[in-house]
C-alpha cells in the first residue's frame, strides 16, 4: 500500500466517476474529486454508500463546482487544506482503524469459523 501511495506524490490532484480506488489518494491528503455520473443512481440505493460519495466535499454535482474545486485545489489555500481535512474525516466514518480486520472477524463469525 505505501508504495501504491507514494506513487501519488507526483500528481496534484485526482478526479473520477464513483469508484473507491478515489479514496486512496484522498487517504494521502491529495485533493479529490468523484464526479456525479449515471452508475451514481445504482449507489443511492445503498444509504451508507450514497452518504459516503455524495454527502463529502469531493462530490461534485456540475460542471461549475468542479470548475471552483479545480481553482481552489490550484491555489493550495487554507480552504482546500481544510475541505481535504473535511472529506478525510467523513470518510474515516465509515473506515475506521483496523476496519479491515474488523471486516475479516465479522465474516468469520457469520460463516461460523469463530465463536462470538
Not at 56 to 69: H, K
Amino acid at each position: 500500500m505505501i508504495l501504491f501511495i507514494d506513487s501519488f506524490s507526483g500528481s496534484m490532484y485526482f478526479c473520477r466517476f464513483y469508484t473507491t480506488t478515489i479514496l486512496l489518494p484522498l487517504a494521502a491528503g491529495k485533493p479529490s474529486l468523484v464526479i456525479d455520473s449515471r452508475i451514481q443512481n445504482e449507489i443511492r440505493h445503498w444509504p451508507e454508500l450514497k452518504d459516503l460519495y455524495e454527502g463529502a466535499d469531493f462530490f461534485i454535482r456540475d460542471s461549475e463546482t468542479l470548475v471552483s474545486y479545480l481553482k481552489s485545489i490550484q491555489s493550495k489555500n487554507e480552504q482546500e487544506k481544510s475541505r481535504i481535512e473535511r472529506s478525510i474525516a467523513h470518510v474515516r466514518k465509515y473506515f475506521p482503524d483496523e476496519a479491515g480486520k474488523i471486516a475479516v472477524q465479522r465474516i468469520e463469525r457469520a460463516l461460523g469459523n469463530v465463536e462470538k
